[in-house]
């Protein structure tokens, strides 16, 4: 008996002294991947590298940022601050938010930092993009692109986008069960950018099917950069070689347009414009600029729209003010279509036979729209931060961020963290954005403010995106009341774009005829 209690216990010890000897090994490869980047500090900067944790070897902090989401981000902040480091997806990070901070990082491109995008997405959107583009060349490029978001061109699209969204919500109240917010922005999104922003001609089931295409490029944007069958890069090459065959029968017709006439469609404006500096653009560069539109307008706008239903559902207070302003301008009645026959249409929007009675100067003088949609983006930013890759060293807050590093700014930390707002800045109060707190924030407010970055690299296609979302709420409040389909709120994901986690699942109701005409709710 004795013999087998010994047995058991030198059994005992041994894996003690194995758990013993691998939390050791443990700790001492922790301890030698922190030393590693503490050495890789710029000796020549006297500054100190930010504060916070690399994680674990190779690993770095990943895991904890996939299982956290936003969490990861918010609790590290409160321990080390402003600017704090860490180790994600294999690169050393530098996170940053604040006005300030951001500032120095969104003004610094070309100087501080320049653009950071994974190898797999450069070699999807290819090497004539915006995206990849640096100095000189992304100057030109962007000049070139800035006529595609001109006013004289955003006048040309508001009646076209009113249109199609006027019928996208009738279609909505159309439908008997409920609706997934989420999925239907998405296909509403790439209508409204192949249509309509570059003019392709496309019948419904076309749309459909290079809608799905279009998709499967996107999620495999940012995937291993492995080349092989059945990985994600795989995927999305073959869907980018889909999309460019269409779009290389687009292209040849605009090539064949009147070259004298004006254009009125991006691909048409990209066209005319490097004409005009005198320099004529290839087909393979063409199908880049157009694949890259449609990449910048899909989701953002997608998740944007679908943060604006949720929270004018929440808030209905909100909803009763757009509908008094609504009145005021002589806007409160809705379309006399009726919502019933909104599937009746051969092509990719259902036929509606009214006149747009919004442009932009009327959606200018809807000051509580456009302060109710400056309130979802700085809520619920589509996008939660930029990436850059540091130049050459420089200080900031007080740290050195090396040579080589990632910097990661926070759109959503810097909005959470305003401190320039007269009302908390976690509450939904779109009155932050009126006349008083205008003057509240003053010229400082500047980069309190950045749900389309800022800089060299600002999102040329803002004013755009902005009045998208605000034709949606006019539609919306004067045709229709929505409620939820499902016993409570969705969880939001915010990673890598915010979405509700179950797509935002609502029963759209049209109004009576009465309701509409009154601005009552039911």
């Known amino acids: 008996?004795?013999?087998?209690?010994?047995?058991?216990?030198?059994?005992?010890?041994?894996?003690?002294?194995?758990?013993?000897?691998?939390?050791?090994?443990?700790?001492?490869?922790?301890?030698?991947?922190?030393?590693?980047?503490?050495?890789?500090?710029?000796?020549?900067?006297?500054?100190?590298?930010?504060?916070?944790?690399?994680?674990?070897?190779?690993?770095?902090?990943?895991?904890?940022?996939?299982?956290?989401?936003?969490?990861?981000?918010?609790?590290?902040?409160?321990?080390?601050?402003?600017?704090?480091?860490?180790?994600?997806?294999?690169?050393?990070?530098?996170?940053?938010?604040?006005?300030?901070?951001?500032?120095?990082?969104?003004?610094?491109?070309?100087?501080?930092?320049?653009?950071?995008w994974p190898q797999s997405a450069h070699i999807l959107l290819g090497s004539h993009t915006l995206l990849g583009a640096v100095g000189e060349p992304h100057r030109q490029r962007r000049k070139v692109l800035a006529r595609v978001f001109s006013r004289r061109a955003l006048e040309r699209y508001v009646p076209r986008l009113q249109g199609a969204l006027r019928c996208e919500v009738r279609s909505w109240c159309a439908t008997r069960g409920p609706v997934a917010v989420y999925e239907a922005t998405k296909a509403f999104t790439f209508r409204m950018a192949a249509l309509i922003l570059l003019g392709l001609r496309l019948d419904k089931?076309?749309?459909?099917?290079?809608?799905?295409?279009?998709?499967?490029?996107?999620?495999?944007?940012?995937s291993l950069p492995l080349d092989v069958p059945f990985s994600g890069l795989r995927k999305g090459i073959r869907a980018r070689d889909q999309l460019h065959q269409h779009l290389e029968e687009a292209i040849a017709e605009k090539f064949h347009e009147d070259k004298a006439g004006e254009p009125d469609d991006a691909l048409a404006m990209i066209i005319h414009g490097t004409r005009e500096l005198g320099h004529e653009l290839s087909v393979q560069e063409l199908k880049e600029s157009a694949v890259e539109l449609l990449f910048a307008a899909f989701f953002t706008t997608a998740s944007a729209s679908t943060s604006l239903v949720l929270l004018l559902l929440q808030h209905p207070a909100a909803i009763a003010k757009i509908q008094q302003e609504l009145e005021a301008q002589g806007l409160g009645h809705a379309c006399s279509c009726a919502p019933g026959a909104a599937g009746n249409g051969a092509g990719p929007w259902p036929d509606c036979s009214c006149e747009p009675d919004l442009n932009l100067a009327a959606l200018g003088r809807l000051r509580y729209v456009d302060c109710v949609v400056k309130e979802v983006l700085r809520l619920l930013p589509p996008v939660s931060g930029g990436y850059r890759t540091a130049l050459r060293t420089f200080e900031l807050d007080g740290y050195q961020i090396p040579k080589g590093w990632s910097v990661m700014y926070s759109i959503r930390d810097t909005h959470e963290t305003a401190a320039v707002y007269r009302s908390p800045p976690e509450g939904f109060d779109p009155e932050r954005f009126g006349a008083a707190g205008e003057d509240a924030r003053g010229a400082s407010g500047r980069f309190h403010y950045i749900p389309f970055g800022g800089g060299a690299r600002s999102c040329l296609g803002q004013e755009l995106a902005q009045a998208v979302l605000q034709l949606l709420a006019v539609e919306l409040v004067r045709t229709a009341r929505w409620e939820l389909a499902t016993p409570d709120f969705p969880a939001m994901q915010t990673v890598p774009i915010v979405h509700p986690v179950d797509g935002l699942r609502l029963f759209f109701h049209p109004l009576a005829p009465a309701a509409a005409r009154d601005g009552l709710r039911l």
């Open 1 to 116: 008996m004795f013999p087998c209690g010994l047995s058991c216990l030198s059994v005992l010890g041994a894996a003690g002294t194995a758990l013993l000897c691998a939390g050791l090994l443990l700790s001492l490869a922790q301890h030698l991947w922190t030393l590693r980047w503490t050495l890789s500090r710029d000796r020549a900067s006297a500054l100190p590298l930010p504060k916070g944790s690399m994680g674990w070897p190779f690993f770095g902090e990943t895991l904890h940022w996939l299982v956290q989401g936003s969490r990861f981000h918010s609790s590290r902040r409160e321990r080390y601050g402003t600017v704090f480091k860490t180790h994600l997806l294999g690169r050393p990070v530098i996170r940053v938010s604040g006005a300030e901070n951001v500032r120095t990082i969104l003004l610094g491109e070309h100087r501080l930092v320049r653009s950071q």
């Open 205 to 222: 089931s076309q749309c459909a099917e290079l809608a799905r295409t279009f998709e499967q490029f996107v999620e495999n944007l940012f």
